[in-house]
């Protein structure tokens, strides 16, 4: 038994050690990302790739090219998307980060492989974290914030395996990554140990992985949401004869269309939203096993319900006409906002069930739960 204690005392030393390597590496991802995007705003590609003016209709979408040595290497293809807002004009998506840039491109290519070894690191953190504590790694905020990271990254690797047009998530992606894996191992950190027996069950495995994956994906949609919101302003300016700064004109220039970000962010939403009913009745039927009743409007199980309809009301939003466009992305960022509250704000500052011991042990960070 000392034995057994001591190699998972050492496994749990070897999860903190992954998931502070995983922190270097995102920052250096951090920083090619950062680099990406500078060297894509020297490029006259940055500059003019989709300068809009009141009543252009982009008819074809030309390929962003790079002069290499006498030859010409084609990066990326824009493509032609027609607004989600009624009565207004096609507009061709940007070129990306790298704004046609080679060296861009390269920064951007780097940068990608640092987050893939990042998320390699972080997932073999959560792994040993596991087998440390011999059972679902999580029982507690730290764990769960650990977790939550490195499936949000690992959302936006397999969009990009799919070869969706998502690179432009990166640098927000790595950022807020860092941010949560910073606020994990200050203020969140708990030893490993074992569960409360209310939650020994099967049901941690289904409900809870599940509650992570849907707050991953949610994640991506909020990002994809605001970026919308700004390139929709953009747009509106810039066909209505207004001259936005320079410093916008090359970060907007260079990320897709708004039809294209807001089609993305609903898309992402409206998949993952029949995984978050099932997680919420995977909740209540643990809730059964565990205290005999399968719903008693605790405050994680109000705060999850309310976070249901608010993604309800916006995927419904999206088929009524009028709702279409900023307002409907207003009703997906509330949703989100909701999300967040039910898994910071309901754990730490509101007492239930699901609270347990604070953001210790126990606390069934799973937003679902």
Known sequence: MILAAATNENLAEISNVLIYSAMAVYTLAFFAYIAEWTFGSRSKVAR??????????????PAVTVKQGGGTAVLERPKVVVRAASGSRDVPDGPGAHGGDEKGDLYG?????????????SLGGVLTRALSVERAPWGNMYEFNITFST??????????????????????LTTTVLLDLGVAVTWLYTESDQLVPALHSYWLYIHVSTAILCGAVFYVGAVGTILYLFKDAYENKLAKGGKPGSFATSVMERLPASATLDKFAY?????????????IIAGAIWAGDAWGRYWGWDPKETWSFITWVAYAGYLHARATAGWKGRKAAY???????????????????????????????????????
């Open 267 to 279: 898309r992402v939403n409206a998949a993952v939203f029949p995984l978050w009913t099932f997680t």
């Open 48 to 61: 003019t790739a989709s300068a809009l003016t009141p009543g252009t209709q982009a008819k074809k979408a």
């Open 151 to 172: 499936t949000a990254v690992g959302v936006y690797l397999i969009l990009l395996a799919l070869r969706k047009n998502v690179r432009w998530l990166g640098l927000f």
């Open 331 to 369: 009703l997906a960022l509330l949703a989100f906002g909701c999300w967040l509250f039910n898994y910071y704000g309901v754990n730490i500052f509101v007492s239930g069930k699901h609270s347990y011991a604070d953001v210790g042990l126990g606390a069934l960070a799973a937003v679902g739960c």
């Open 109 to 121: 290519r780097i940068a990608i492989s640092l987050t893939v070894l990042a998320f390699l690191l």
